[in-house]
Structures are given as structure tokens and as C-alpha cells.
């Protein structure tokens, strides 16, 4: 019943005689008195973090609630430096992890590295989100950047392939769970309207980035080598995430000294205190995802290089226990688990599950045309490794300029569907195109002209896919549904990553076979597996011009995938609801 509704009833019988016989003047404050009653229950609810959140998100509400504006910038300063390290140093040793894993010989199991970390980093993300909703957003920031900090040493000093895809698995757990830390911050200290702005300015860095890392990383790889790239950012990475923890800690101190935060002492026994931690992260769902995810994917890259390829039977085995293990874990969400990672209302949301497929079908498509991207530029077209780089950071720096843009639309128009319904087209023309593009003899302008396409569509879909997600999403819940988003970015990325390997391994070794010299083919094998091999002939050699064809089928074969999966978006765009941001109310307190 409505307050209005509820005034009218008062004063008469349904006969219209009266009841309670009042004078005019104290009706009316009678009337405002009730007014500022519900008026200061509402404000009080709003000075205190919410009774029924969990308390990870109660002290995120408490921070805003006690912190002044110049905290708010400066956690915006510390996030913003924090990406600028991650931003730096991924533009690095992306564009050395090629020459990394051709030390140990095995260049075409790039793939199977970035399988490896993308299905980890992406399964645990949602127990990074129970961490951070339960204990905390800095405890779960720690815990990721030691994590992060552990797989930088063991890169650096790893002595086998297997050591370093280990490592990477570390590694891209840590920095994926530091980043997300970053953005359910960035989430709570931010209205809706403006969390496309918000994103913007703290993703910006890969704008400065882009062009300096590349250049480092040649200085690394022709001066000093590629371990110490790693082990320069093992000192540095730790020294500028302390700043955010002391942030995020000094705050929620301040705001329990406050009284807006209390605990009551649980009462649990040590063993009964791990019992109650495997109940709410979900232990056994996390361990059967992530098994079932790795065991089904990896055949697609590891197949041709089997003994008996797909007839192996320990290809078959781990496909078919990899299919077990999901559909367990599928029923153990479903009928087993008292507190699944979602709940199922959330993903019985059309706007949330059109824009996770939207988002792992974008992923898809990227890592389709990207996993040998800077081998091809070096390889096809001849360019150094700083200028493969350059190439590569077009995309981070037109996105990284051109998502403030949409922030501001967004803000402006408060919607954000009419933005992906322009951007996901021109997505898939930019991956079309390069089907085309992407062969030898073509000029590198066409190349980057496909990469400006995409940059701008890229842009676009990254910020709002974010946005869209948590339209529909309660505070306690934000967590929760950004680590979905990033979940089916990661199996989207492992997806393509295993398309991609499946091509190269399906492709690259029959297309040097048929195009190699015949005195070159005893090499097929170390030419196959090593990019400094590929390089080591002089462009206009017969075998270097064999090298590029080869490379040129494998890479119109991974476009043509990756344009057919793009394609399917334009399904995903037309679930998601046409939100209007500036009604939906999140947070508390002071926030941008």
C-alpha cells in the first residue's frame, strides 16, 4: 500500500461520515509529521551498511560511509598506478613469451600456456569473489598480489616449459585476481551512471603502455634477457600495491572506530572455522570446474602432436572425464552446494546470461586472430619485435582513448544498449576483413586498419559488457556477477586460444611440409617449434617465403573462425534490457 494511498484512507467511513475529528491545521501536521518519519528512517538506513550483506560488503559500505573526498581520489590514483604496472608489464612479456617458450623449444605451445592460466585464472575468479565479499576487499587484494608476486619469480627463474606454464598459472590467478579486487572497488565507491567513466580513467594506462613496452621488451631481449623482464617487476608490483591496501585497511579501521561496523565472534573451533570456509567457497565446485574445463579443452592443442592424435587414449580420456566433471559440477551448483558461486535468480536473468554469451563469444573471436598475432607481424611483414609491438598496442590505445567516450554517452544518455547495437557489427567486420588482409604481400596498413576497427568496437563492448552486467545487479551481489563476466571471458578466451592452437597444429605442420624446399624439410620440426628459427632466414629466402605462406593459411583459417563466432553476438545484444542507469541506486555514502 502506498503512502499516498494509505493518507487517503484515514478520516472517513465508507460512508463518508468521520471518524477521527480533527482540525484541519493538525491534519496537516499530522501529514508531515509521518513525511519526515519515513524521510529519517530512510536516511538512517542509508548512513549504515547494509544488516543483511555479507561482511566483506558491509565494510565496503562502512568505508564510503566514513571516508572524506580526498581518500576517494587518492584509492582512484592508487588503482589507476596499479593498472599502469600490470598495463606495463604485460606489455612486455606478451611480446617475449613467444622467445620465452622457443628457449625451451616448444613455440607452438603457446596456446596450450595461455589454456593452462585463462581456465585457472577463470575458474577461481569466483572464489576471489567469495573472498572478497567474505573476509574483505584488502585481505582478498593481499592474497591475490602474493600469488601474483610468486609466479613472477618462478617465470624468472624457471629452468623447463613445464616450470614456466606453472608459473604463468600463478601468475595470471594472481593478476587476474588483483585487477578484479581493483574493479569490485572501483564498483563500490562508484554510482552506476558514472562506473563507465570510472572504468575508463582506471583502465587508461594501457594507453601510455601500449608503445613503451614494446620498446622495453626489445631493450630486454637483445641487452639483458627476458628472465630479468620478469624479475624487474617482482621488486616493483609489491611496492605499488601498498598503497590501495593501506587505503581500503586505514578507512574500514576508521569506520568500525565510528561504530558502523561490529562482529560478533563466530564461536567456531579451528577445524570447524575450515569446514565453514569449504562450505562458503565452494571447494568441490571450484575443483570440478576447473579440472572439467582444463581436461576439455586442452585435447583441441594437443591432439596432433600425440602419438596416435585424436585416436590417443589419453586424448580421449581427458575429454571424456573432462565432460564428467562438468556435468558434475553443474549438478553439484544445482541440487548439492547451500551457497552456489550465483544465485540462480541472477542467472536466470536475460540480461546477465546475454551478456556473459556476449562476452565469451567476443573473446572467442580475439584470441582466434590474436594468439600468433605478433609472430605473424614479425614473420609476414618483417617487423622487429618493438615494431610487432606497436602494431599490437593500436588496440590498447584507441580503446583505452575511446572508452571515456562511451562512459561520458552512457552518462549522458543514460543507456547503454544502443552502444553495443553499433559495436558488436562493426566487431565482426574488423575480424572479417583480416581474413582478407591477413596474407602475405598485403601492406600493413590494410593490417591496422582492421586492428582501428576493432579497437573502436573492442573499446566499446569491453566497458559496457561491465556496465550491463550490473544493471541488474543488488550491491551484495556485484562480486558475484563480475566474476561470471570474467568467468565466460576466460572460457571464451580458452576457447579461442584452443581454436587457435588447433588451427596451428592442424595446419602449420602440413603447409611447411607442402611448401619447404626439399632440402629444408629435415628442419620442419625446429622451424615448426622455434620462432628464432623462423627468423634466422633472411626475407627472400625460399624458406623464409615458405614460412609465410604457411603462416598465411593458418592465419585466414583462425579469421574465419573467429568471425563465425563474432557472429553469434548479434544474437546475445538482443537479450540484454535497455537499463536505464540513473534509476538504479547501489551504493552509500560518498562515492563518484
Not at 547494509?50 to 572524506?68: I, P, R, S
Not at 620465452?100 to 592460466?117: K, Q, R
Not at 580421449?316 to 558434475?328: E, N, S, T, W
Request: proline share 3%; aromatic share 12%; glycine share 8%.
Amino acid at each position: 500500500m502506498s503512502f499516498r494511498r494509505f493518507i487517503g484512507l484515514k478520516g472517513k467511513s465508507p460512508a463518508g461520515e468521520v471518524q477521527d475529528a480533527t482540525v484541519p491545521g493538525e491534519e496537516i501536521d499530522e501529514k508531515r509529521s509521518v513525511t519526515e518519519a519515513v524521510a529519517a528512517s530512510n536516511t538512517s538506513a542509508d548512513e549504515k551498511p547494509d544488516e543483511e550483506a555479507q561482511h566483506g560488503v558491509k565494510k565496503a559500505e562502512a568505508l564510503t560511509l566514513a571516508w572524506t573526498k580526498p581518500w576517494l581520489i587518492s584509492l582512484f590514483v592508487a588503482i589507476w598506478f596499479i593498472y599502469f604496472i600490470n598495463a606495463f608489464q604485460q606489455s612486455i612479456t606478451l611480446n617475449l613469451i613467444g622467445f620465452a617458450i622457443s628457449d625451451f623449444e616448444a613455440h607452438s605451445l603457446i596456446p596450450v600456456v595461455f589454456i593452462l592460466s585463462n581456465v585457472m585464472a577463470g575458474a577461481l575468479r569466483l572464489a576471489v569473489a567469495k573472498m572478497l565479499d567474505l573476509w574483505g576487499r584488502p585481505q582478498g587484494f593481499v592474497v591475490m598480489t602474493s600469488l601474483t608476486v610468486m609466479g613472477i619469480v618462478l617465470m624468472a627463474a624457471c629452468k623447463n616449459v613445464e616450470t614456466f606454464a606453472a608459473a604463468q598459472v600463478f601468475y595470471w590467478v594472481g593478476m587476474d585476481g588483483m585487477i578484479y579486487s581493483c574493479d569490485v572497488v572501483t564498483a563500490d565507491v562508484s554510482s552506476l551512471r558514472n562506473r563507465g567513466l570510472a572504468f575508463a580513467f582506471t583502465a587508461s594506462p594501457y594507453i601510455i603502455t601500449a608503445f613503451a613496452g614494446p620498446k622495453v621488451a626489445e631493450s630486454y631481449y637483445e641487452k639483458i634477457s627476458w628472465r630479468w623482464a620478469y624479475g624487474t617487476f617482482s621488486i616493483i608490483l609489491p611496492l605499488v600495491a601498498v598503497p590501495l591496501f593501506t587505503i581500503l585497511w586505514w578507512n574500514t579501521r576508521k569506520a568500525k572506530k565510528n561504530g558502523l561496523l561490529g562482529r560478533t565472534p563466530s564461536g567456531r573451533t579451528t577445524l570447524q572455522s575450515i569446514w565453514h570456509y569449504l562450505i562458503e567457497f565452494d571447494a568441490l565446485g571450484v575443483f570440478f570446474f576447473a579440472a572439467g574445463f582444463v581436461l576439455f579443452l586442452l585435447p583441441f592443442s594437443i591432439a596432433e602432436s600425440a602419438a596416435s592424435k585424436w585416436r590417443s587414449a589419453h586424448i580421449i580420456a581427458m575429454l571424456v572425464i573432462g565432460f564428467v566433471c562438468l556435468i558434475l559440477f553443474a549438478l553439484i551448483e544445482r541440487f548439492i552446494s547451500p551457497h552456489p558461486f550465483v544465485r540462480f535468480e541472477l542467472l536466470a536473468s536475460r540480461t546477465i546470461m546475454g551478456t556473459c554469451l556476449l562476452c565469451a563469444s567476443f573473446q572467442v573471436g580475439y584470441y582466434c586472430w590474436n594468439s600468433y598475432y605478433a609472430s605473424y607481424l614479425q614473420v609476414v611483414h618483417g617487423l622487429t619485435l618493438a615494431q610487432a609491438g606497436y602494431v599490437s598496442g593500436v588496440f590498447d590505445v584507441i580503446s583505452g582513448v575511446w572508452c571515456f567516450v562511451v562512459g561520458y554517452l552512457i552518462r549522458r544518455t543514460n543507456h547503454f544498449k544502443w552502444l553495443l547495437m553499433l559495436a558488436v557489427p562493426l566487431d565482426i567486420l574488423g575480424i572479417g576483413l583480416m581474413i582478407h588482409f591477413r596474407q602475405p604481400g598485403t601492406n600493413i596498413g590494410y593490417v591496422i586498419m582492421c586492428q582501428i576497427f576493432i579497437a573502436f568496437s573492442g573499446g566499446t563492448i569491453i566497458l559496457t559488457q561491465q556496465v550491463s552486467i550490473m544493471s541488474v545487479a543488488k550491491h551484495a551481489d556485484l562480486a558475484a556477477v563480475l566474476a561470471l563476466l570474467g568467468l565466460f571471458g576466460y572460457i571464451g578466451g580458452a576457447i579461442g586460444n584452443t581454436i587457435s592452437g588447433a588451427v596451428w597444429t592442424h595446419t602449420m605442420p602440413d603447409a611447411l611440409a607442402k611448401y619447404l624446399p626439399a632440402e629444408a624439410l629435415a628442419n620442419l620440426t625446429e622451424i615448426y617449434d622455434s620462432l628464432d628459427v623462423q627468423l634466422s632466414y633472411e626475407e627472400g629466402d625460399p624458406v623464409r617465403d615458405a614460412i609465410i605462406k604457411a603462416y598465411g593459411l593458418a592465419q585466414r583459417n583462425m579469421c574465419i573462425a573467429g568471425t563465425a563466432v563474432m557472429a553469434l553476438s548479434l544474437i546475445w545484444v538482443l537479450m540484454i534490457k535497455n537499463v536505464n542507469v540513473k534509476d538504479v541506486k547501489q551504493v552509500k555514502g560518498l562515492v563518484f
